[in-house]
């Protein structure tokens, strides 16, 4: 049971952290400075799943939908600067911590995390167990290490192509992210 539990969790854990998204989009494009740099990003948004893991775990999934409009269209803008940076070719941060702090506020603000947060975590929590959460955690750091360094090692002489597919996937979600936080408001 426990290795079921586990292996479960390793596979929500790559779910959370695989898709493509605006996180991701910007560990690719900090992973062509240097593996280090786009890890840094990855775990400052593990950073922030184990701040929503606490907060699911504490509240039993409860979320005001006042904070959560203004989740919404901060996350949204805070986006669409971030795109905007990447076209310019100037991320906000030059240094590993301050990776670390981008992928952190990307995935406070990131509505997609935290609705899958107060989705499938709060089942996670409900319904398996401890190895889940375990096995959970073990999947982010898995993709933290696997992935900037599959970008770092093969994207060399696609630089350009990344930064156009980033700039693009986070134009993208920050212009759902705005359209669903004006849906909201606008009730």
């Given at each position: 049971m426990f290795l079921y539990s586990y292996a479960l969790g390793i596979i929500l854990g790559l779910s959370l952290a695989g898709p493509p998204g605006s996180v991701n989009s910007i560990i690719a494009n900090e992973s062509l400075k240097s593996r280090l740099h786009g890890m840094g990003v990855g775990f400052g948004a593990m950073t922030a799943d184990l701040t929503f893991f606490f907060i699911v775990y504490i509240t039993n999934g409860i979320i005001s939908p006042v904070i959560l409009k203004i989740i919404y269209v901060a996350g949204g803008a805070f986006m669409l600067y971030l795109g905007f940076s990447i076209?310019?070719?100037?991320?906000?941060?030059?240094?590993?911590?301050?990776?670390?702090?981008?992928?952190?506020?990307?995935?406070?603000?990131?509505?997609?995390?935290?609705?899958?947060?107060?989705?499938?975590?709060?089942?996670?929590?409900?319904?398996l167990s401890i190895f889940s959460?375990?096995?959970?955690?073990?999947?982010?750091?898995?993709?933290?290490?696997?992935?900037p360094y599959m970008v770092w090692r093969f994207g060399t002489g696609y630089e350009k192509y990344i930064k156009i597919a980033s700039a693009a996937i986070i134009f993208g979600f920050a212009i759902y992210i705005l359209y669903a936080g004006t849906l909201l408001i606008i009730k």
């Open positions: 076209m310019r070719s100037r991320m906000p941060s030059k240094t590993r911590k301050g990776n670390y702090f981008l992928g952190l506020t990307m995935g406070l603000t990131n509505p997609f995390q935290i609705i899958w947060w107060f989705t499938a975590g709060f089942f996670l929590l409900k319904e959460v375990t096995g959970l955690f073990s999947g982010i750091v898995i993709w933290i290490f696997a992935f």
